[in-house]
């Protein structure tokens, strides 16, 4: 090598050492969109926290990078959330996004996340559309598609024998695609939906639709909501009578992280999903013990998404040390990563969806109790999904 050549080589190498070692040491700019005011509120917390305790358990960092947050309230409002997004990637640069709860902000997320390729977790939000015809490989769920639980709820309510059901929900993706899941099963079963029922998001006035279920008098009811919604409508259906005569399911959002609020209203509720209270595995117990030890709070399902993923971007940091640059190797990691989650380990599918097992659960008291696994291994169809 020529002794000019080999000094300019010396010297780019140089260079670019400390400028690979900055860009991994420097903070990891996590944007955190969630809601944190609204009737999910809660939700957003619950997500945070377990976020939180997975790096919290890793010493405060992931792969030898310290983690900024950068937090949005999205207000749960899709109108805001295009916005929101942009702003968390131009204005703030981060390198992550997590987010969110409502189905409606986390398509605009996945909109502006697959237009710009910025790293995309969803922490909750099931709109089916996230990981199908938007589907991305920069574009990761940690939770479920509303699909999943509606599906297995279709047939727990089908082997129970009811052949005429009314569903009410809010009018919008998760509402919809929750009842289309359910619809789907059911009806193969030979079961029949009746009535859909809906009302604007987050509206909370379900006299007269209560009314309409109690005229109608279905075998069965099947709802989605979740939040403060939810501790109110179970609030109302037992206040109305109705739960005596027609008996309630859902997913489990429905009863999860509600029930001291619900009280004796929830008692006895069947619903299906991804987590419970009782699980009873060594895994699922330390999360919880350590959930609790930290917060004073007991952890639900939405805890347990945001602790999956910190451990997904955990994972894929790992792969690549920390250089979230190398975006294959980081890609790719996850793609094939087992996820030790408190749910149970799952993977996830093509599409980037959870693969899981769907539990039924009974409410006792203040717990969503583990009563089977009603589906196992679920895995969304990921309709119009091309990667
Ligand atoms: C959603 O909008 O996708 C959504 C919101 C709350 C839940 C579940 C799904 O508990």
């Keep these: 090598m020529k002794k000019l050549v080999r000094i300019s080589l010396i010297a780019a190498c140089a260079i670019a050492a400390p400028l690979s070692m900055a860009q991994t040491s420097a ?3 996590v944007g955190l969109m969630l809601p944190y005011t609204g009737t999910y509120a809660s939700l957003g917390n619950a997500i945070e926290n377990g976020f939180r305790l997975y790096l919290a358990e890793k010493g405060g960092k992931l792969s030898g990078r310290e983690i900024e947050f950068i937090k949005v ?7 805001k959330a295009t916005d ?3 702003k968390l990637i131009k204005r703030d640069n981060v390198d992550v996004l997590v987010g969110t709860v409502h189905s409606g902000v986390a398509m605009a997320m996945a909109k502006v996340a697959k237009d710009t390729g910025t790293i995309l977790i969803v922490p909750n939000a099931g709109a089916d559309v996230v990981t199908g015809a938007m589907c991305a490989p920069n574009i990761f769920r940690s939770s479920f598609t509303n699909w999943q639980p509606g599906y297995a709820m ?3 309510v089908a082997k129970k024998g009811h052949k005429k059901v009314v569903t009410i929900t809010w009018k919008y993706a998760a509402g919809d695609e929750s009842v289309n899941g359910f619809k789907e099963s059911f009806e193969k079963a030979g079961g029949k939906v009746v009535k859909e029922l809906t009302l604007p998001f987050p509206n909370v006035e379900f006299q007269a639709l209560l009314t309409e279920i109690a005229a109608t008098k279905p075998d069965a009811v099947y709802t989605f909501f979740s939040g403060g919604g939810a501790v109110k409508f179970v609030k109302d259906y037992a206040a109305a009578g109705l739960k005596k005569s027609i008996p309630l ?3 489990g959002f429905l009863t999860d992280g509600t ?7 929830a008692e006895g509720l069947l619903t299906t999903l991804h987590y419970a209270d009782s699980l009873g ?10 959930y609790a030890k930290t917060y004073k709070l007991q952890p639900d399902v939405f805890a347990v998404q945001g602790y999956d993923a910190a451990q997904m971007l955990g994972i894929g940091l790992a792969a690549v040390k920390g250089d979230i640059s190398k975006r294959a190797g980081f890609v790719s990691a996850i793609e094939k990563a087992k996820i030790d989650s408190p749910r149970g380990a799952f993977t996830l599918s093509k599409s980037h969806n959870p693969v899981q097992d769907i539990y039924l659960r009974q409410v006792v008291g203040n ?5 089977s696994v009603i589906s196992k291994a679920l895995a969304d169809p990921a309709r119009g999904c091309k990667m």
């Design 259 to 265: 029930l001291e609020a619900q009280g004796a209203a």
């Design 281 to 290: 595995t060594a895994r699922d117990n330390a999360f919880r013990l350590a």
């Design 84 to 86: 929101n997004v942009n």
């Design 249 to 251: 399911y859902g997913p």
């Design 27 to 29: 903070k990891l700019k």
């Design 73 to 79: 309230d999205d207000e749960s409002d899709p109108s």
């Design 154 to 156: 279709g047939e727990v």
């Design 367 to 371: 717990e969503n109790r583990f009563v």
